[in-house]
């Protein structure tokens, strides 16, 4: 990943990604599939930030844990990454919204989903049918809006964090109405 921070996603190579992390091509294939499969890693990592910002925080209340949620992939895919803004472009470009979003953010989605059982257990979110689906239904909005933003490019009067706050407020007052 740091490569992509170091220089253009399209500048870097297989051979130096294999290089940097010591790993042979055919195990960088099967791992990955392309260089854009690093995607997974990526966003792997992103929900590993997730549980330390989460962990740091000690927010008392899941409306607060999504949020920190929000800050933390905000700051991940915001437009200071273009590397990673570039491989997910690429995401984009060969998959089905559906499977990049099945495929590409589990450990985010399951991150979501406990934040969801215990906003659920103490009472907070009142209407939660399944926090499984409404944990998919947050990570979906928020790839909508990286989707969004990719295609349309955003307004310099709605930076892309303000548009994810805004997306994510959405969900939040609908499961504590």
């Not at 399209?10 to 294999?18: D, G, M």
């Not at 499969?37 to 910002?53: D, F, I, K, M, T």
């Not at 930076?159 to 994810?164: G, I, L, M």
């Amino acid at each position: 990943m740091q490569l992509f921070a170091e220089r253009p996603y399209a500048e870097v190579t297989v051979a130096e990604i294999c290089e940097r992390g010591m790993a042979g091509r055919a195990t960088f294939f099967r791992l990955y599939e392309s260089k854009a499969g690093l995607l997974s890693e990526y966003n792997r990592r992103l929900a590993a930030q997730v549980r330390e910002a989460l962990s740091a925080a000690k927010p008392s209340k899941a409306e607060d844990a999504l949020r920190v949620v929000a800050e933390v992939v905000v700051a991940g895919w915001g437009p200071e990454h273009p590397g990673v803004n570039d491989m997910a472009q690429e995401v984009v470009a060969t998959s089905s919204y559906v499977n990049v979003d099945a495929e590409v953010v589990p450990d985010l989605q399951h991150v979501i989903a406990e934040i969801l059982v215990c906003g659920r257990e103490s009472g907070e979110l009142t209407f939660l049918p399944n926090e499984r689906t409404v944990a998919w239904l947050i990570v979906a909005t928020m790839t909508a809006t990286v989707f969004d933003w990719f295609e349309f490019g955003l307004p310099a009067n709605r930076p892309y964090d303000q548009v994810s706050s805004v997306a994510l407020e959405l969900i939040v007052r609908g499961l504590i109405a």
